[in-house]
């Protein structure tokens, strides 16, 4: 099959072709829309936005409502992960709220090919997630019909851990499948990245870098994601 859609890249920041993306999990949320507009104003490419349910993973945040408030003011595209159960039933929803980009775990879809149709029928960018536990070969038969791959660099469900060293590893060989299907796919990257490890992440194949507390965890996120972009390029 072949995704008539626009390349995910088109998102990215043209000339490095790497994207910050910021995830909201860390932002205050009494001061949402200052921090998305901080960010953005800081170069961020993408807004994360991880929706958990508290049953796939062990913390519940926001619904279609905030993404769709969020829609209202963000200028960049939202980058919308379902750490959810029954992703399918809740797809379309989020992507009528205003997901540009949706991604959802191969571990909580049992019809991994369709799904990721119905996410592009719906004019939205389908992507994979993959834990930290899931082989990079689990994504062997959807490689080519997938838009870009999320590699969980922490179990999710909260912000602020620490990154898992062998990330850097399953990075090279979700490259490695993408690149024996003939696929380009960027590959996004989520948890514990900072200052200190995102050139790590960048060097070893990663396109699509979220960031959360590395960035509204500090005093300005504007500066922080400034500084995030800096370092990548170091």
């Given amino acids: 099959m072949t995704n008539p859609l626009p390349d995910v890249m088109l998102y990215m920041n043209p000339k490095n072709k790497i994207a910050i993306a910021p995830s909201i999990l860390s932002a205050n949320f009494a001061s949402l829309g200052q921090d998305i ?5 800081g170069g961020a490419d993408l807004i994360h936005v991880d929706v958990m349910d508290g049953h796939f993973v062990p913390n519940i945040t926001i619904g279609p409502q905030v993404v769709k408030d969020i829609k209202q003011i963000a200028k960049q595209p939202l ?19 205003g997901a ?10 049992p019809h991994l090919s369709r799904t990721l149709t119905l996410i592009q029928s719906l004019g939205a960018k389908a992507g994979v997630v993959l834990n930290p536990s899931t082989p990079a070969g689990s994504l062997e038969e959807v490689a080519s019909t997938l838009d870009f791959v999320l590699v969980m660099s922490v179990n999710p469900g909260f912000g602020g851990q620490a990154f898992i060293p062998h990330s850097l590893s399953k990075i090279k060989k979700v490259k ?7 696929a380009e796919a960027p590959i996004e990257i989520d948890g514990g990245i900072d200052e200190t490890n995102i050139q790590e992440v960048v060097t070893a194949g990663a396109n699509i870098i979220v960031a959360g507390n590395a960035i509204f965890g500090k005093s300005d996120p504007e500066s922080s994601t400034l500084a995030l ?3 990548a390029l170091a």
Avoid: C, Q
Avoid at 79 to 97: C, G, Q, R, W
């Fill in 37 to 41: 507009s901080a960010v953005e104003r």
């Fill in 79 to 97: 980058d919308v992960h379902l750490m959810i159960s029954n992703p399918d039933k809740y797809i379309e929803t989020f992507i009528e709220a």
């Fill in 100 to 109: 540009a980009m949706v991604s959802v775990h191969i571990e909580a879809v």
């Fill in 176 to 182: 490695e499948v993408l690149s024996n299907a003939g």
């Fill in 229 to 231: 972009r800096k370092a």
